[in-house]
């Protein structure tokens, strides 16, 4: 891997910023170079969020815009709508299953149907969804290790938050390929 | 070397001036830099510094030319049309010679405009926007850790030319993060310091020392000779401050010249004509004025077109022109009013600019 793009789409308070950024972190901690991009302006005012990262292993990344991805997540239905065209080709495409009943329609990437909501109930913090989300996309892609992940989650959740850190991890790995 | 941590633009560029040695802020706030004033009301204070919001740009520009005349290291930052308001003080400042450092996050325009990148401030920052004969030095970083680099020189630089210096950025290197190494900090000026570090300075002086910072003169004869002695100065900066990168230029058959966010699409641009078996390269400018107008010398006759890439109808282009001194056609690839090109849609202009001058 020389360069990885990934994207991070939803709805502000799906953690879609806060996926980008554990990736991010993660890159960092793993001596790559990174860059992290929020979308912003008026349509982030109750319309979709979503972030971009570009990873480059080799050199610093040439540029944090991309007009395709390798790794796209989606985590609501107009997410899944507009940024489906996104993923290149032999790409992996990440749908949110928990609220988005609708399939992919394209045939030419790899398409998980991750039923990230369920899985962060049954392990008993529904606000975990996001880092199941997270750790499908890390097992699939292996765009940073699995190492970095947490030592980024050791640093966030410390102090008084550190009850969070053990359900953080196992929701990390709790969605299993099929 | 010090950790890497990861910083969004504008916290990083307000860390990166209080480490150069900052510790006076006077601002308005505006998107997409707010978050500076944010940052330093919440810093400066714990650093020893003051923060003031002041009630408007005009009022905020004009508390830091008293300051600096003070011999204070002050900061204003804003976004073009809180810019346009600042120039009036920046050409008070110039002829005064008094220091400061200033950042623009520069966004669509005319007008109010839009809080997206755009890069159409280009006259406005090195062509005056203030009245009268008077230059600022204008730096435009492409990446977070170039900005910090940058802004943590700038106080010191202005205080070395007696001059305002300008770092233009834009929202998106505001919002974006990237990880980066800070700078040690200096340590900062203090009141005891100044007579001796800027004997010009109103520093109260006990012995009866008068110093005089103004920028009227309305003695025709004075006013030309002072103007004068500016213009040595802006020479020597002409000389000692034009800052560029230059990548794969020498047998280029395209060379894009780009600064700043749209050096990064172009880079990516680019390479990736570079991965079809295009030969391009790229000039960035660094310093925008002085502008680096010896690089394009370096070009040979391998080159078919040199494009302008910008955020804008073609401001840069001018300078670019005056570079290339008519040795090759100059072009155009432009988005304007907040729009951001693809590398893709570059590549594609690119393609198609090459056919017509083949």
Redesign the interface.
């Known amino acids: 891997m020389a360069t990885n793009k990934l994207f991070f789409a939803g709805s502000g308070g799906q953690g879609v910023l806060t996926m980008g950024?554990m990736v991010?972190?993660a890159?960092?901690y793993a001596d790559m170079?990174?860059?992290?991009?929020?979308s912003?302006?008026?349509e982030m005012r109750g319309g979709t969020a979503n972030c971009t990262v570009v990873i480059s292993t080799d050199k610093?990344?040439?540029?944090?815009?991309?007009?395709e991805a390798d790794n796209v997540v989606v985590m609501n239905l107009p997410s899944l709508v507009k940024f489906e065209s996104l993923v290149k080709p032999g790409g992996n495409l990440f749908i949110n299953s928990t609220l988005i009943d609708q399939k992919a329609t394209r045939d030419d990437i790899n398409v998980y149907y991750v039923d990230a909501g369920g899985i962060a109930l049954k392990l008993g913090n529904a606000r975990t969804a996001n880092v199941v989300m997270l750790g499908a996309v890390v097992e699939v892609s292996k765009v940073v290790p699995v190492e970095m992940i947490y030592k980024i989650m050791e640093k966030t959740f410390s102090g008084r938050k550190a009850h969070l850190l053990d359900i953080n991890k196992q929701a990390f790995h709790a969605w299993k390929p099929e | 070397m010090a950790e890497?941590v990861?910083m969004k633009g504008n916290e990083a560029f307000a860390e990166a001036v209080i480490r150069g040695g900052v510790r006076f802020y006077f601002g308005y706030p505006i998107t997409?830099q707010s978050e500076i004033p944010e940052f330093m009301s919440r810093e400066l204070p714990k650093r020893g510094g003051k923060f003031l919001q002041a009630e408007s740009e005009l009022g905020a520009v004009n508390m830091a030319y008293g300051c600096g005349a003070a011999g204070g290291n002050a900061f204003i930052s804003s976004s073009s049309p809180g810019i346009a308001l600042m120039q009036e003080g920046m050409s008070f400042l110039c002829s005064a010679e008094v220091p400061l450092t200033i950042l623009n996050a520069s966004r669509g325009g005319p007008g109010i405009g839009?809080?997206?990148p755009g890069q159409a401030d280009y006259f406005q920052v090195t062509r005056g926007g203030g009245n009268g004969d008077y230059r600022i030095p204008v730096f435009a970083p492409a990446?977070i850790q170039e900005a910090i680099d940058i802004l943590y020189d700038a106080p010191a630089l202005a205080d070395e030319w007696r001059n305002p210096v300008m770092i233009l950025v834009d929202?998106?290197m505001g919002?974006?993060?990237?990880?980066v190494v800070l700078p040690e900090p200096k340590t900062p000026v203090t009141s005891a310091d100044i007579p001796k570090l800027k004997p010009w300075a109103i520093s109260g002086s006990e012995k009866g020392q008068r110093s005089v910072v103004k920028s009227l003169r309305l003695q025709p004869e004075v006013l030309e000779q002072h103007v004068e002695k500016l213009f040595e100065k802006y020479n020597r900066m002409e000389q000692e401050l034009q800052k560029v990168e230059c990548d794969s230029i020498e047998d280029a058959e395209v060379v894009f010249v780009a600064f700043g966010t749209m050096a990064?699409?172009a880079?990516?641009a680019m390479?990736i004509l570079q991965s079809q078996g295009i030969k391009a390269g790229l000039i960035r400018p660094i310093s925008l004025w002085p502008f680096p107008y010896y690089a394009f010398d370096a070009l040979t006759d391998k080159t078919k077109v040199v494009i302008s890439t910008e955020l804008s109808m073609g401001q840069m282009i001018q300078d670019v022109q005056l570079g290339v001194k008519g040795r090759f056609p100059v072009k155009l690839i432009h988005r304007t009013g907040g729009m951001?090109p693809?590398?893709?849609?570059i590549v594609d202009k690119t393609k198609k600019i090459l056919e017509e001058v083949r």
């Open positions: 950024q991010t972190y890159a960092m170079n990174a860059t992290w991009l929020p912003y302006g008026p610093p990344v040439s540029c944090p815009l991309i007009y | 890497k990861l997409p839009s809080i997206q990446s929202g998106l919002q974006m993060m990237e990880p990064r699409l880079r990516e390479e951001l693809t590398s893709i849609e």
